[in-house]
């Protein structure tokens, strides 16, 4: 069964970054196109934060590039998310998402509730 | 970049209704579509990809279509566990991008 599950601090404080882990279970990582970071503010739609290839390449939303930096590490089956100079409109569900047979998502994880606040 | 405009941001439903969400893209997109069903505190859940491919275990009640710009997601005959919010997405080039986002509400 294929599993995705984010682990990550609950709470961060202004200005920090914010570092999410997306272990990947039954499923290789290399395998995929890329595997994604998608976050939803409270009371907000969803949110699409990057991409990244198991080569490594990644993509980025432009309203987040500044800040953002995806890794992966294809020998843990793991892959990254950094946020950096985080502000309380960083608070968020986070979520990592398998690829489809394109870029889209078939399997998520369950999400990692970030809040910002000193 | 590709901007997806989803409509209706809310719609009032009763059971057995028939709702249809609309996502228009600001430009031409091969046909690749992507659905999915959000509830509260549980992850979403992926209904739909490639306009009209149903996801393994999704209701047939699902369906997809569309081309060009307008895609379009219908629920035939709604049912209790519909009601949700849902998303479309374009899948087609970087950046990706979601539609805002309509919630499905018990009328």
């Known amino acids: 069964q294929e599993l995705l599950q984010e682990s990550g601090p609950g709470l961060v404080k202004p200005s920090e970054t914010l570092s999410l882990t997306c272990a990947v279970s039954?499923?290789?990582?290399?395998?995929?196109?890329?595997w994604s970071w998608i976050r939803q503010p409270p009371g907000k739609g969803l949110e699409w934060i990057g991409s990244v290839h198991h080569s490594g390449n990644a993509f980025y939303s432009p309203s987040l590039k500044s800040r953002v930096t995806i890794l992966v590490d294809t020998s843990q089956n793991r892959f990254f998310l950094n946020l950096a100079s985080l502000t309380a409109a960083d608070t968020a569900i986070y979520y990592c998402?398998?690829?489809?047979?394109?870029?889209?998502?078939?399997?998520w994880g369950q999400g990692a509730e970030v809040t910002v606040s000193s | 970049d590709i901007q997806m405009t989803q409509s209706p941001s809310s719609v009032s439903a009763s059971v057995g209704d028939r709702v249809t969400i609309t996502c228009r893209a600001s430009q031409t997109i091969p046909g690749w579509v992507a659905w999915y069903q959000v509830k509260p505190g549980k992850a979403p859940r992926f209904l739909i990809y490639g306009v009209s491919s149903d996801q393994s275990g999704v209701p047939p009640r699902f369906s997809g279509s569309g081309s060009g710009t307008d895609y379009t997601l219908t629920i035939n005959s709604l049912r209790p566990e519909d009601f949700a919010t849902y998303f479309c997405l374009q899948p087609n080039s970087f950046p990706l991008s979601f539609g805002g986002g309509t919630l499905v509400e018990i009328k």
């Open positions: 039954g499923y290789s990582i290399t395998s995929g196109h890329h």
């Open positions: 998402a398998k690829p489809n047979s394109g870029d889209d998502f078939d399997v």
